[in-house]
Every structure is written in C-alpha cells, then in structure tokens.
C-alpha cells in the first residue's frame, strides 16, 4: 500500500448565503495548493446547485458522486483529471430523490472512503444555507471555511450558519455521551435557569460537564476561518474582524479571519470565456490574495488587524 497520502486533510467550504463564491474560492484555493505541488481533489458536494465542473472548464458532468449513493460506484472510479497538474476533481449531479434519503451512516462511510483517496489534500464544495446535508459533511472535515460577502444580509446568514453548526455539534457531542436529553430539559427550563441564548445555554452545560473534560475539549477545538470574498474598497476588510469578534461574543466559536478577496470587475468575461479543460484566467493581485487564503487556513493564522491593505 503506497503510504504517501495516508494523511489527506479534508477542508470543507461553505457559508450561508448563496453566491458569495464558495466554488470560485475553493476551486482556485485547489489550484493553490496544486501549485504547491500537493496532490489535491475538489469533491463537489453541493447536493442543491452541483457546477465545481464549470469552473474548470468541464462542460459535461461524466461521472459524479451520486453515483457513489445511487450504484455503490467506488469513489476512485468517479475522478476525473482537469489539465491542472496534480488537480482532480469529483463532480456533483444530484436528483432529489438520492439527496433527501441520504442516511447519516452514508455520511460516515462516503468520509471514509474519501479518507482513502490518494491525496494530500481534499476540498469539499458545499452548498449554500443551513440543511442538514450541508452542515454534516462540513463538520465531518478537518478544517472548517465560510465565505461571505461584506454585506449585512450575507453576514446574517453565515451567523446562522455558524449557530446552527456548532449547536448540532453540541448535541452531536451530548448524544454520545449520553447527555441530549438533560440539556433539552435544561433548555426547556431556560427561564428557571435564566438562560436567554445559546451561548448561556453552553455557558450552562459546560459548569455542568466539569466532570465531562472529553466534551469540553472537542467544543473549543471547534474553529472556523472566515473568508471576505467580493471587497469594493478596503474599508470593507474591517468586517472580517468584527465577524471574528461576534463569533466570539455571541456563539463563543473561535473564528480566524483568513483573508480577504477582492472584486474582480473582469471576472464575467474570464467565465463566459473558459473553454473546456482550460482553467479561469483570474488577475495576478487575487491570485496572490487566495495564495494567502490557503497559507493562512494551512498553518491556522489569520491576518492581523491593521496590516490589511489593498489598492
Ligand atoms: N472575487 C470575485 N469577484 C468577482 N466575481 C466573483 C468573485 N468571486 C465569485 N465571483 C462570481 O460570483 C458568482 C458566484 O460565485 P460562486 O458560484 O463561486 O458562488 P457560490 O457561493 O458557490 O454560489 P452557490 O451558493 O450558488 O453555490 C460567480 O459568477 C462567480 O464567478
Ligand atoms: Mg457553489
């Protein structure tokens, strides 16, 4: 057994709202690491609006993941190479049928099978919002990434996002160690307990879990990197530690703000330009900023408050 990729690191991405650039950012965060010479495989994995494929220029979807759940194909099988050196991906087409009867015992068994694969490391591309789907395989991964645009509504629905995947953690966590039901009465009595949100209801169960230091110690290794994609000005770079700041405050989920994109006024023209098996052409300064995206969330640093400029 060749033991090279024995360690793949699984990144997921994802965020709440729609259209922020979770594909674009994780496509271009496999050619980086890509050009690091790692051998890296973007899953798509987002069951609602599969399109990994399109931004390496792969017009037809020749093999796919649902495939995997649908006919018990072996993942290796459904990998399809794009003329990017060491980068390969495993496209998305989903029916509704096959996304809604997902068990999570699939779940387990598709994290297994991806850990197997010959890589360095593996992005998975999810989708948008907060389903069920979506929030499971992002917590199956080794290292968690949302995308927002600086926009109040996009900031929102990351927060959601955020709440609700650290909160099904918590249950995750509860239900194995046998405490779900007891924080459901805890929650259930919040008043009596003066407990008014999450975080006081987590506040709550870890003075109750003094003697449970496993729980404790899963819950602060929960870390998420945020990622600013779409910046008009540099002003805008500021969201990023204030998101940091909230995240802290009101879920009290340690957030890294990893970087910040640009807007790139060509882009459409670079999209509707792709030709198959070609990759996007995207301009030399987002380059360098998704580069240091992918440094960051590689060694776990964020950038620091004050130093982030651009223009
Ligand atoms: N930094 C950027 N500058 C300009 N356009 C961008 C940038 N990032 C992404 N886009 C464009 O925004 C659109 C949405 O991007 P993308 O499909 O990556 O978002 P998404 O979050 O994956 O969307 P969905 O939720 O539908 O999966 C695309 O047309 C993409 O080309
Ligand atoms: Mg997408």
């Not at 992005?123 to 069920?132: I, P, W, Y």
């Not at 070609?278 to 300064?285: A, E």
């Not at 960051?296 to 400029?309: H, P």
């Amino acid at each position: 057994m060749d033991m090279k990729y024995i360690d793949s690191e699984i990144w997921a991405i994802a965020g709440g709202k729609g259209g922020t650039g979770k594909s674009f950012l994780t496509s271009q965060m496999a050619v980086a690491l890509a050009e690091k010479n790692k051998k890296v495989i973007v899953i798509d994995t987002d069951f609602g609006g599969a399109n990994i494929h399109s931004f390496f220029g792969l017009k037809k979807k020749t093999s796919s993941l649902n495939l995997f759940f649908d006919d018990k194909e072996p993942l290796q099988n459904l990998i399809i190479e794009t003329d990017i050196k060491n980068l390969s991906i495993i496209p998305g087409d989903y029916n509704a049928i096959t996304i809604d009867s997902i068990k999570y015992m699939q779940k387990l068994k598709l994290l297994r099978h991806i850990k197997k694969l010959e890589a360095d490391y593996i992005l998975l591309d999810l989708g948008a919002g907060s389903t069920f789907n979506t929030i499971d395989f992002f917590l199956l991964a080794d290292k968690l990434t949302v995308v927002t645009v600086p926009e109040i509504t996009a900031i929102e629905n990351l927060f959601q996002f955020i709440r609700n995947t650290y909160f099904r953690k918590l249950f995750f966590l509860l239900g194995v160690y046998g405490l779900k039901n007891k924080a459901k009465e805890i929650w259930k009595n919040r008043k009596k307990h003066k407990i008014t949100n999450i975080i006081g209801l987590i506040d709550f169960i870890k003075t109750e879990l003094d003697d449970n230091p496993a729980i404790l110690a899963e819950l602060s290794d929960f870390s998420i990197n945020i990622i600013l994609n779409k910046l008009r000005n540099s002003s805008e770079i500021d969201q990023g530690f204030s998101i940091r700041s909230l995240c802290l405050k009101y879920l009290g989920v340690n957030a890294l703000f990893s970087g910040y994109v640009e807007y790139d006024f060509q882009f459409w023209k670079n999209l509707s330009l792709i030709q198959p098996n070609s990759n996007i052409n995207i301009s030399p300064r987002i380059k360098k900023e998704i580069f240091q995206i992918t440094e960051n969330i590689i060694n776990e640093k964020q950038i620091k408050i004050g130093t982030a400029r651009y223009g």
